[in-house]
């Protein structure tokens, strides 16, 4: 019952968001080719949508900004360091990249569109936690983490890029390795 009466209370574009969040990671499940510029602007819309989770929830309070900023960079670092999935390869002549179908991204798409309702829903209900250190610092680390999975998937392949762009003749398997 009351599941019912928080989805008759979301705004409708609200699940237009979804569904077109749900239709942009789908699309990613299967095999494609991408250029840098898409490339680059989803991963920091994402980012921007995370950082929005933040601020909407906790007003940008320095902690909750801290704990964000902290768990991004820590993320990032971390995915930097891992490989590029088995068959992504950049074209340099067309800079495009061919990428394998993946569920990631839409994962990642659901994981922040699920945390922004289900805190959205949450300080509805009980806006004090808004105010409680431990709750404002777990779910901006969480908003956190997104970001730098985002930015850290997408900067990898800038790095794919700018290593094909300075090894004529390599092929871009070798380099992403």
Do not use: C
């Not at 009466?5 to 749900?22: A, D, E, K, N, S």
């Not at 779910?139 to 985002?150: D, I, Q, R, T, W």
């Amino acid at each position: 019952m009351m599941l019912i009466q928080i989805l008759q209370h979301t705004p409708t574009w609200v699940f237009g968001l979804f569904l077109g969040l749900l239709a942009l990671g789908g699309r990613q499940l299967f095999p494609t080719q991408a250029g840098l510029r898409r490339m680059t602007i989803m991963p920091v819309a994402m980012a921007g949508l995370s950082a929005y989770g933040l601020v909407s929830a906790f007003g940008g309070a320095p902690a909750a900004v801290a704990a964000w900023a902290l768990a991004a960079a820590a993320t990032l670092a971390l995915v930097m360091r891992l490989p590029l999935p088995r068959g992504v390869r950049f074209n340099r002549e067309e800079s495009r990249f061919s990428l394998p179908g993946t569920a990631v991204p839409l994962m990642l798409m659901m994981g922040i569109f699920f945390t922004k309702y289900t805190v959205g829903v949450l300080m509805v209900m009980h806006p004090q936690m808004a105010h409680q250190a431990g709750f404002a610092l777990s779910m901006s680390a969480l908003y956190g983490v997104f970001a730098g999975l985002f930015l850290g998937r997408s900067l990898r392949l800038w790095k794919l890029a700018l290593r094909s762009a300075d090894a004529p003749g390599q092929s871009t398997a070798a380099l992403a390795k």
